[in-house]
């Protein structure tokens, strides 16, 4: 990266002449309880999974207690991801703007954002990653009532347990891959994009330079200055 880009990137995170609502708070609280929600169910579901990895069980409150409080969180992360999707269903459309920059998506690898075309509030990657855990939340639901209840599956249906299993571990490892990358985006990748979640605003530089399409309807929606 050159001089002039780490400045760009630096003022992007760090200008405070202007502040936009980037998240807002219901946004933000459903944001961290499906994110809470989802580290607790992978923790004790790994606890489950792999007789190496029950160590996490210690961790999220003992084997008892990761048994009986694993599905229940994996409803309460289920219904935060449903309501996700009628908070943000219109802006994670894919567009013309997302597959022009997916195109162009090696810029955004090497931190070179001022290369991309301009996108809506959402980039093709968060949007990827938004419908793989909303179809993966609905399997790992379906799967994992399945799993929850094994007892009241007839021994002639004895094959949904089976298929139950596959699809919950399938579902699972998919979406611990996805979140694993989004969260490294999140902090590591794209400097600002954590503390916006946390604030709920961001810098009017670091909205023209990630989500420029976005800044733009924004700042069309504001008020003039007087």
């Not at 990266?1 to 933000?28: C, N, P, Q």
């Not at 609280?29 to 004790?44: A, E, F, P, R």
């Not at 999974?49 to 994996?74: D, E, I, K, S």
């Not at 979406?175 to 490294?184: E, K, L, N």
Request: positive net charge; hydrophobic residues 50%; proline residues 4%.
């Amino acid at each position: 990266m050159s001089t002039s880009e780490v400045i760009t990137s630096a003022h992007a995170v760090g200008d405070k002449s202007e502040r936009i609502v980037r998240y807002t708070l219901t946004e933000r609280i459903n944001h961290w309880i499906s994110g809470i929600t989802y580290v607790y169910c992978l923790m004790t579901g790994l606890a489950f999974w792999w007789p190496y990895t029950y160590w996490l069980a210690a961790v999220a409150g003992g084997g008892p207690t990761a048994r009986f409080w694993h599905p229940w969180m994996g409803v309460i992360f289920t219904v935060s991801v449903f309501y996700m999707y009628k908070l943000w269903r219109n802006d994670m459309v894919v567009t013309d703007a997302d597959r022009a920059w997916w195109k162009n998506v090696t810029y955004y690898i090497r931190n070179q954002d001022e290369k991309l075309p301009p996108i809506g509030r959402f980039n093709y990657g968060q949007k990827l990653f938004f419908w793989v855990m909303f179809y993966g939340a609905i399997l790992l639901l379906l799967s994992g009532i399945i799993l929850w209840i094994p007892e009241m599956i007839p021994w002639n249906l004895r094959w949904l347990r089976y298929l139950g299993i596959a699809l919950h571990v399938a579902a699972a490892l998919v979406s611990i891959g996805a979140f694993i990358i989004h969260v490294y985006m999140g902090t590591a990748m794209v400097r600002g994009g954590f503390t916006a979640m946390i604030r709920g605003q961001v810098s009017s530089l670091w909205a023209r330079t990630h989500h420029r399409l976005w800044y733009e309807q924004e700042t069309r929606k504001a008020p003039p200055s007087k």
